[in-house]
């Protein structure tokens, strides 16, 4: 049964990641560089058309960050936050360690981490999925591995297709470049 603590602590998390995610979508259209500056990160990372995946990114952590705040669409949103952070793992923080600072994967692993989490715990009755008594998804385990597989697969899907870094003349992928135009 879940109990006021339930919801309050679900609403906590929601309010902690749900506006970080907006605000990260945010920043790639209208932070400093814009939405050129973004493309030109991507590009260099390798995601091609960068346009088109600029733009995508900015939509989705933009979607996935009000969704999650609201608790709207069950699991969803968190399934679009682990495919952010998927992506982001493998094209901007492969190869760089654990810590954030030293460009590492730890932001997203704990973005992606706590967005599973979520998905899991369900949003709660102080969401707009408990306000309109729907329980889209579900939670649990099966709402947690939703979540987990489906940005897993989506990230898997997009790096399969469209993911072409630079390549170094002896064969190995370039560096990914320092983020210096946009913030995620």
């Known amino acids: 049964m879940k109990t006021r603590g339930h919801d309050v602590g679900t609403l906590v998390l929601r309010a902690a ?8 979508g945010w920043n790639k259209v209208a932070g400093p560089g814009g939405l050129e500056g973004t493309e030109g990160w991507f590009e260099a990372l390798g995601l091609r058309p960068a346009g088109l995946h600029a733009r995508l990114a900015a939509g989705t952590e933009m979607a996935a960050g009000a969704g999650i705040a609201l608790g709207a669409a069950g699991p969803f949103p968190a399934a679009a936050a682990v495919g952010l952070m998927t992506v982001a793992a493998r094209t901007d923080h492969r190869g760089k360690g654990f810590f954030v600072f030293k460009g590492g994967w730890e932001y ?3 973005v992606g981490g706590a967005a599973v989490a979520l998905a899991a715990l369900g949003n709660g009755g102080y969401s707009l999925d408990g306000l309109l008594r729907r329980g889209t998804g579900g939670t649990g385990t099966g709402a947690a591995l939703l979540a987990a597989g489906l940005g897993t697969a989506s990230a898997a899907a997009l790096l399969a297709v469209c993911y072409r870094p630079e390549r170094k003349p002896d064969g190995a992928p370039e560096e990914t470049p320092d983020e210096t135009s946009a913030d995620h």
């Open 17 to 24: 990641l749900g506006p970080m995610l907006f605000a990260h």
């Open 108 to 110: 997203a692993g704990v």
